[in-house]
Every structure is written in structure tokens, then in C-alpha cells.
């Protein structure tokens, strides 16, 4: 692991529930799209990122424990990329761009799209503590939150849908597969 480096942290233990109400089978993560799944398309992408990452896959009660459980196993990480695992699109240069904002005195980074806040969020080493303590549902909002509230976040203009893109129902699986194939 390098140490330097903020950890690519890619949620993949939520339940999914919103993909199967819409007429999904299984979990969204497995989904097919463009032949592969879901999950793999994101992890390609980390992957081709050069940061390190880990995946959190048991199952938490929520996506605050899950971020809580993911930094604990990573403790002495610079900081943490957080990347919900249904984001299949978002480019390697956005999670570089966002690690990279996390330098100096930024505590947060997150990337915008036309105006539309996105992920992955990115944490400096600093946050370690909060991340920590995270439980339930609202994942690192809170945390987010405070720090905007204080100016410690960058926010990042980025040419890059994938941000938004997230796998929550059979019509943003197609939506995705369409934006896949005009790329």
C-alpha cells in the first residue's frame, strides 16, 4: 500500500433495494452491462486509476458503517476516496483529480458535473476519527456537512457523467449502457 496516496474506498454492501422495486433481479452490483458487471466496470476503473483501494463488501447495516468498517481497515491511509460501488462510469482521471485536491490544507474534495455534486468524495487523513464513528444510512454526509460548513472542501469541476451515474434501477443500468457506448 502506498501511503501517500488516499485509498479508493468502493462501497459494495449495500442491499439494493430501489434496482429490484424497479423490476432488477439479484444485486445491482451483478447487473450486466455491456456484458460485464456492474461491480467490475467500477473496479476497472479504480483499478486503471493507479491509487490504491479496498473493497468493502460484508454486510452493514448501512452505508456509515460500511465506510466506518472500510477505514478501520485502513487506519494509516493518507485519506479515503469514497465510491459507492454502482458507480460504474466515473473515470480514473476523477478519482486522480479528487485525490489530488486532498493536498495542502483541503480536509474534503468532491467533484461537480454541471453544477451537480457527484462521487466519489474524498477525505484528508484528518477525518480519520469522524469516518470512524460513522453509523447507519447517511454515510459521510455529516462529516461532509461540517467541513463545508467550516470552507475545508474543494469542490471540483470534472467533464465526467460517471459521477452521477449510479445503478440504482433498470432505467439508469440503461441509461449507463447507452452513456458506454457513446464513450
Do not use: C, Y
Not at 456484458?35 to 456509515?64: F, I, R, Y
Not at 481497515?73 to 486532498?102: F, K, N
Not at 451515474?165 to 449507463?176: G, V
Request: aromatic share 2%; net charge negative; no cysteine.
Amino acid at each position: 500500500m502506498t501511503d501517500s496516496l488516499p485509498i479508493v474506498i468502493v462501497l459494495a454492501s449495500g442491499r439494493g433495494e430501489r434496482f429490484v422495486a424497479s423490476g432488477g433481479s439479484g444485486s445491482k452490483l451483478q447487473a450486466l452491462l455491456a456484458g460485464k458487471a456492474v461491480l467490475a466496470h467500477t473496479l476497472a476503473n479504480v483499478q486503471a486509476s493507479g491509487l490504491p483501494w479496498h473493497l468493502e463488501d460484508a454486510g452493514h447495516p448501512g452505508m456509515g458503517d460500511s465506510i466506518a468498517a472500510a477505514v478501520r481497515h485502513t487506519p494509516d491511509a493518507a485519506g479515503w476516496l469514497i465510491l459507492p460501488g454502482d458507480l460504474p462510469l466515473v473515470q480514473p482521471s476523477t478519482l486522480r483529480q479528487v485525490a489530488a485536491a486532498l493536498e495542502g490544507e483541503t480536509q474534503a474534495a468532491q467533484p461537480f458535473h454541471r453544477g451537480e455534486r457527484g462521487h466519489p468524495v474524498g477525505f484528508a487523513r484528518a477525518n480519520r476519527e469522524a469516518l470512524m464513528a460513522l453509523e447507519g444510512n447517511l454515510g459521510a454526509a455529516p462529516v461532509l456537512k461540517a467541513l463545508r460548513a467550516s470552507g475545508k472542501v474543494a469542490d471540483i469541476e470534472v467533464d465526467d457523467i460517471g459521477i452521477l451515474t449510479d445503478i440504482d434501477t433498470l432505467d439508469a443500468l440503461a441509461r449507463a449502457e447507452a452513456l458506454l457506448g457513446e464513450r
